[in-house]
């Protein structure tokens, strides 16, 4: 926290709108759509609920597929099995660790051949690099498949000059307490089309319809985000870019420093379209040149108090999804053997990353 979300939050008590609807909630929303420039946003109780919206208003139904990227958190899966869709797991290229574009065309011609309806694609951008989103947007246009952004880890990172979430037909946000920026619990979809993010409201409190009594012509959900929360967001936006600075700022010195030691590599921008918020700086091991494994410099870092965390397990690898259909090259199953998101919190201090560094820097010196 920084400061004046406290003043927001006394704003919802002065108002007395201690509910998923207020001042806040709306501000909120504006603020988040001058920021990322995309027209409309609904804020929500997660990002999760935002995934598991937009699918819904994409059409996504019982016995459809929606693809996604096999390297990521569950989040990014989970609401499509919510809906007894099958997702069709695609995995990484080299680069950005996003979709792999190829694989991608590949997995839409596979399916469609097999007979299955491809509804959607939900594209992920990982640790805050941005997808390869000119051609996934390319790809996805062709075969005229609507895409999804989770741009969860993402928010201050830009593509071409535009913020992520914004090439997709619907974006996803995450403010939980592990974003980069957060309001404990929330999220938000955004969309350019105005009847895509009403509906996700018309669904978020109830999918209430117009009329005086309680009536409903269609099954909803109570994911709104609450006014008291929303205030915490509106402190938060304040300082949006500070903490895309100090996240990069963060990467710079772990890069600096570690940069040119042996069998340690780090995953870099491809060129100048791609800007990474950087949220977690992540560092690939190769044991046969560090002389180290993934495993080694963790455990290391454990016996000094540091935490740090293996990237994510690939969702092909995940018992719950071992079952899905899948397009694989190897690529996110080397990231898990070899990955390690480093210390990469808004608030280090100099000393902090100093510290982090030094007993790095120890393990590979043994
Ligand atoms: C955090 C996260 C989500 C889910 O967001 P919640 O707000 O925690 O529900 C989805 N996708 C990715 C990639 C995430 O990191």
Redesign the pocket.
Known sequence: MEGAEIEYVKRAFDHNYIAPVGPNVDEFEEVISAYTGVKYTAVLS??????HLGLIILGVERGDEVIVSSF??S??VNPIVYLGATPVLVDSEPGTWNMDPVLLEEAIRERRRLGKKVKAIVI???YGMPANMSEIIRIASEYGIPVIE?A??ALGSRYDGKHLGSFGKIG?????G??IITTS???ALFSDNKEHVQKARFLATQARDQAPHYQHSHIGYNYRMSNVLAGIGLGQMEVIDLRVEQRRANFKFYKENLGLMDGLRFVEEPDERYFSNRWLTTILIDPDKAGKTREELYLALEDENIESRPL?KPMHQQPVFSSCPAFLNGISDALFAKGLCLPSGSNMSDTDRQFVLDSIIAVFDK
Do not use: C, P, Q, R
Request: glycine share 14%; charged share 10%.
């Open positions: 997660s990002g999760t609920a935002g995934i990521t958190f989040a990014s992920v951008h990982l989770d969860a880890e996803i946000l995450s403010f939980n592990n974003k619990n929330g999220g994510w």
